[in-house]
């Protein structure tokens, strides 16, 4: 360690990088990748001035401008005498992002009783009898080897897809908070007894309070494969949504449009992965 | 008809009121074990008993210390007495009732984990009283927050008498120190009123200082109020200091009739500071006899005198 402070090592544990640093190494992987795709898409460029594999700046700005824009194919033009607002409101990506939306908030408000039963499975010990051993056995089936049966049942109107996204990611959210509530201390329990709880009360405002938090964290971490069954379901079977739109482009080679909706369901899910975690810093500051 | 059924429901529950014994020189039996046995099946087969024969009656305001070497039973006996676990043969009796399951009847403060670390210490220390006067559908009434309003002045009370300062009533636990941690734990406890006051190792994660301050805090406490008292240690020296009952255990050998006590005394009692007490002529002596009937010489200490004595045999060889 010099005088003025620990010495640069980038292989140091013990390192304490400053603000500025880790600011700037946390931007750098990003502007590393748009430097790479902006080579690329030079390269290619000056080879094929038509290239749409890799889309330059001005073809991204513009397949951005359609997508925001521009209605689906499969809907009535609008007035041209129609407002920008009118026409975002009606545009691609809009109305693809509220039917995305519709899909994923319905499946992750049917998650809550998945939790719930976690929860009761890991404190009532007849709960955990009855339910363990067949949702630890049912966690392992494939949920998209269901989506043939579920679209039979289910049809293939919204509720497959809903259904496929509950299968898929229930019983891992309930092993997991299964798991998360079985971690609770027993003295907290026996704790709570002693001062009079009754066992709902041990249940919802001992441990469930206790686990909330990580509770959020693996929803959190759910986030993903929820939304990758919500793209599996939309993208065999549906006439609208952000995977379809992306599967229908493909069949035209529109990368100019499949890479901005990439990027901004991207972004939607960052969004909601950074409320989730202000949430829960909020909402438990003993977390 | 809802508020109707909501003010049952609150008359039902009643804040624990402070125990008065008609006469204060009655000393009834607060916990009685008849013939207690615990045993538990090994992965081979066979049965391991931990208690034998149990038979303990402890009369009400009694502070008893529960003493030991490890696996001898006395987690066991608090976890009996607690209803978290239940006795293969005899029955254990707590306020005169059978103990069947864990509720209010005996306050429990752990070696650890203690507190709800989601509630700030004074919401921790309310959490039990608050649960005793009513339920979820009470808390609806305007009674339930003046009783909250008295309850938080009591409790803060408490908490001071605990050595705690008000800048600390609304911390978090992990906010605190182990020593804090375990006054507000007994503050949490005492609170409650219960007959039966359980403390499993409640000192020994503490350093001596604390722990120092925290054994004479109790031992004013119990002299105060005089709640009776089961308190499991390790430590000779501060079952000696709170007791004013002494049980020493000893593991249980297969084969063997009698019961796990291997010391049953009752202990002198003193109005001097506990580290005065500490000095005295007396309590060495009490200490060194404890020491001597509840240890056996552990393998660590005949293995040391062997390699203190290694030299001298190879001498004689030689």
Redesign the interface.
């Known amino acids: 360690m010099s005088a003025t402070g620990p010495a640069f090592h980038l292989t140091d544990i013990q390192g304490r990088p400053r603000r500025l640093w880790t600011q700037s190494l946390s931007w750098m992987l990003f502007l590393v990748g748009i430097l790479l795709y902006s080579q690329f898409s030079v390269a290619r460029h000056k080879e094929n001035p038509e290239d749409r594999v890799i889309p330059s700046g001005a073809q991204l700005i513009q397949g951005v401008k359609s997508a925001v824009l521009e209605q689906p194919e499969e809907d009535d033009p609008l007035d041209a005498t129609a407002t920008t607002w009118q026409r975002v409101s009606h545009g691609m990506l809009w109305r693809d992002t509220v039917s995305s939306s519709r899909r994923f908030f319905i499946s992750l408000l049917l998650l809550i009783p998945a939790i719930l039963l976690g929860l009761h499975m890991a404190v009532f010990p007849y709960a955990e009898a009855f339910f363990l051993r067949f949702f630890l056995f049912f966690d392992k089936i494939v949920a998209l080897s269901l989506l043939p049966i579920l679209f039979i049942v289910f049809g293939i109107d919204e509720w497959s897809k809903i259904m496929l996204m509950v299968i898929g990611v229930g019983p891992t959210l309930m092993l997991d908070t299964y798991n998360i509530a079985k971690s609770v201390p027993r003295e907290q329990v026996v704790k709570a007894f002693t001062l009079q709880s009754s066992s709902l009360d041990v249940t919802y405002r001992v441990i469930l309070k206790q686990i909330l938090p990580q509770i959020i964290n693996s929803v959190r971490l759910n986030l993903k494969p929820l939304a990758l069954f919500l793209f599996a379901g939309e993208m065999i079977a549906s006439t609208d949504g952000l995977a379809y739109r992306i599967a229908i482009m493909r069949r035209h080679m529109g990368m100019d449009i499949i890479i901005p909706y990439l990027l901004w369901v991207a972004a939607l899910l960052f969004a909601m992965d950074a409320l989730l975690r202000f949430a829960n810093r909020r909402l438990h500051p003993w977390y | 008809m809802v508020l109707t059924a909501i003010r049952r429901a609150e008359k039902t529950r009643v804040m624990p009121r402070k125990r008065v014994r008609k006469n204060p020189h009655e000393a009834e039996t607060e916990i009685a074990l008849d013939n207690v046995s615990v045993s538990y099946p090994l992965a081979s087969g066979a049965q391991k008993t931990v208690l034998h024969r149990l038979n303990l009656d402890i009369r009400a305001g009694e502070f008893v210390v529960v003493l030991g070497e490890t696996g001898c039973g006395k987690s066991t006996l608090l976890r009996l007495v ?1 209803g ?1 676990e239940f006795p293969t043969e005899g029955t254990v009796d707590v306020d005169g009732k059978r103990v069947r ?4 009847r ?3 403060v ?1 070696q ?3 507190l ?3 509630r700030t210490v004074m919401q921790n220390v309310m ?2 009283p608050e ?2 006067f009513c ?1 979820w559908t009470a808390r609806l009434l305007p009674s339930f927050w003046r009783f909250r309003k008295s309850l938080r002045a009591e409790a803060a009370a408490m908490l001071q008498r605990m050595g705690l300062r008000t800048t600390d009533f609304h911390k ?3 906010q605190l120190s182990g020593g804090m941690q375990q006054r507000v734990a007994i503050a ?2 005492l609170l ?1 009123r ?1 007959p039966v006051l359980l403390m499993d190792e409640a000192f020994s994660a503490l350093d001596p200082s604390t722990r120092a301050s925290l054994q004479q805090q109790m031992h004013d406490l119990w002299q105060e109020s005089r709640p009776t008292i089961l308190f499991v240690t390790h430590n000779t020296s501060e079952a000696i200091l709170l007791g004013t009952r002494l049980i020493v255990l000893k593991p249980h050998q297969e084969g063997d009739q009698e019961s796990n006590v291997l010391l049953d005394m009752q202990l002198p009692q003193s109005s001097e500071p506990l580290s005065v007490r500490k000095k005295t002529r007396d309590f060495e002596q009490l200490r060194e006899h404890v020491k001597h009937c509840a240890f056996r010489e552990s393998d660590f200490e005949v293995e040391r005198r062997a390699v203190q004595e290694m030299p001298r045999r190879v001498e004689a060889s030689e």
């Not at chain 2, 399951?101 to 209010?104: F, K, P, Y």
Request: glycine share 10%; hydrophobic share 30%; net charge neutral.
């Open positions: 607690l978290q399951r864990i509720d209010a005996c306050g429990y752990p650890k984990y203690a709800f670390p989601d959490y039990g649960n005793a339920g978090y636990p992990q949490q406890a409650m219960p």
